[in-house]
């Protein structure tokens, strides 16, 4: 009794998630649709269209508005309060995953963005390393440990995240080479293109990338396929990703060819 409920479940879990790719796809091609209009094409109830429409928002998948659902823009990012809880448990895990390939006294750089902040929290008991990081939520994590050196960068610090961007933050970067840098990302193409959307925090990641010995990249399977308008690099670039599920076929292979290790968190 107890398999067959397994497979029943597997069975539902696998129909709800292709119901949501279906949902995505016909809401970037036709912009604006009505939560009546999606029930009746996938032949279930508003309800169920509801919580689907949520779900898909607070993923970063599409754009939740009264009566429907739109596409989310390239120009726009989720808030950063809603970013903190999206997928938290997959960040934990892909942040553990870093943190067991970081040896101690070790060098690194640690960029912005919600998932550096569960890696830093990772590092918490690691020895002797000395962080340079443009975050300031990472370096008052990070500080809680005598035994971490915590550097930050100069900069703009925006209200919304702690994050701290402008030239002063390159410049100091620049002073630097370490062994690991650490970075996330709002977006990769299924062709390994890397995406953000504030171009000040893109010159930052880059330059974090230009120093790093080694650079990992740390992200959730939500940003897989996911558009955002600035070019940060391409994923050849990276040494190894940290994730959370397999990302698409056709990303696998561009790292494949251009020999980036891929570690995929249970």
Same mark, same amino acid.
């Given at each position: 009794?107890?398999? +067959?409920?397994?497979?029943?479940?597997?069975?539902?879990?696998?129909?709800?998630?292709?119901?949501?790719?279906?949902?995505?796809?016909?809401?970037?091609?036709?912009?604006?649709?009505?939560?009546?209009?999606?029930?009746?094409?996938?032949?279930?109830?508003?309800?169920?269209?509801?919580?689907?429409?949520?779900?898909?928002?607070?993923?970063?998948?599409?754009?939740?508005?009264?009566?429907?659902?739109?596409?989310?823009y390239s120009? =726009?990012?989720?808030?950063?309060?809603?970013?903190?809880?999206?997928?938290?448990?997959?960040?934990?895990?892909? $942040?553990?995953?870093? $943190?067991?390939?970081?040896?101690?006294?070790?060098?690194?750089?640690? *960029?912005?963005?919600?998932?550096?902040? =569960?890696?830093?929290?990772?590092?918490?008991?690691?020895? +002797?390393?000395? !962080?340079?990081?443009?975050?300031?939520?990472?370096?008052?994590?990070?500080?809680?440990?005598?035994?971490?050196?915590?550097?930050?960068?100069?900069?703009? !610090?925006?209200?919304?995240?702690?994050?701290?961007?402008?030239?002063?933050?390159?410049?100091?970067?620049?002073?630097?080479?370490?062994?690991?840098?650490? %970075?996330?990302?709002?977006?990769?193409?299924?062709?390994?293109?890397?995406?953000?959307?504030?171009?000040?925090?893109?010159t930052a990641?880059?330059?974090?990338?230009?120093?790093?010995?080694?650079?990992?990249?740390?992200?959730?399977?939500?940003?897989?396929?996911?558009?955002?308008?600035?070019?940060?690099? *391409? %994923?050849?670039e990276v040494?190894?990703?940290?994730?959370?599920?397999?990302?698409?076929?056709?990303?696998? =292979? !561009?790292? +494949?060819?251009?020999? !980036?290790?891929?570690?995929?968190?249970?």
């Open positions: 009794m107890s398999g +067959k409920n397994d497979t029943d479940s597997r069975v539902k879990h696998a129909s709800v998630r292709t119901r949501h790719t279906q949902i995505v796809n016909l809401v970037r091609e036709q912009g604006f649709v009505a939560i009546g209009t999606l029930a009746a094409q996938f032949n279930v109830t508003p309800q169920t269209i509801r919580r689907d429409i949520n779900i898909l928002s607070k993923q970063g998948r599409l754009q939740r508005h009264h009566g429907g659902a739109g596409p989310v120009t =726009e990012n989720v808030d950063y309060t809603d970013r903190k809880v999206l997928c938290l448990q997959e960040k934990q895990i892909i $942040a553990k995953l870093v $943190a067991k390939r970081i040896p101690n006294r070790s060098s690194l750089f640690i *960029n912005m963005g919600t998932t550096n902040e =569960e890696v830093a929290k990772a590092l918490i008991h690691h020895k +002797k390393l000395r !962080v340079i990081t443009n975050n300031l939520n990472v370096a008052k994590t990070l500080s809680g440990n005598s035994d971490i050196e915590v550097i930050v960068t100069g900069g703009l !610090v925006r209200p919304k995240d702690c994050g701290i961007v402008g030239e002063a933050a390159i410049d100091f970067i620049r002073q630097f080479k370490v062994d690991y840098g650490i %970075i996330g990302i709002s977006g990769v193409d299924r062709d390994g293109t890397l995406l953000d959307f504030d171009y000040r925090e893109v990641a880059r330059s974090i990338m230009d120093n790093s010995r080694k650079i990992f990249l740390v992200t959730d399977h939500t940003k897989f396929g996911r558009n955002a308008m600035v070019r940060l690099g *391409n %994923i050849q040494d190894a990703m940290f994730t959370d599920k397999m990302p698409p076929a056709e990303l696998v =292979e !561009v790292m +494949k060819q251009n020999e !980036v290790e891929l570690h995929v968190g249970d």
